[in-house]
Nanobody
Framework: QVQLVESGGGLVQAGGSLRLSCAAS????????MGWYRQAPGKQRELVAV???????NYAGSVKGRFTISRDNAKNTVYLQMNRLKPEDTAVYHC?????????????????WGQGTLVTVSS
């Protein structure tokens, strides 16, 4: 079984910083894209940032210049450094990864989600 476990959420004042981590575990052969999504109360889940296995990144316009996504392929871990946080960044942040694993004799890529970690930014 493959799973993603996030950590690092919490309560912070506007202008502050937080660093989220997400570690993949289980029978993993390889990981393609890893990303962070967020869902605020009453809103749809939205992409925050994504990083390829080669390190290419893409960000939502609302976080560009404030958030940085990175990954450690040796640890199967993705990070999200969030600076200059705003109240509108308040949401549950979910990690997502495209993980390859051998199932019998076939290599399958599965989209896996973490359980989410709450980030609350007070004004």
């Amino acid at each position: 079984q493959v799973q993603l476990v996030e950590s690092g959420g919490g309560l912070v004042q506007a202008g502050g910083s937080l660093r989220l981590s997400c570690a993949a575990s289980g029978s993993i052969f390889s990981i393609n894209d890893m990303g962070w999504y967020r869902q605020a109360p009453g809103k749809q889940r939205e992409l925050v940032a994504v990083i390829t296995s080669g390190g290419r990144t893409n960000y939502a316009g609302s976080v560009k210049g404030r958030f940085t996504i990175s990954r450690d392929n040796a640890k199967n871990t993705v990070y999200l450094q969030m600076n200059r946080l705003k109240p509108e960044d308040t949401a549950v942040y979910h990690c997502n990864a495209d993980i390859g694993k051998w199932i019998l004799a076939d290599l399958k890529y599965l989209e896996v989600w973490g359980q989410g970690t709450l980030v609350t930014v007070s004004s």
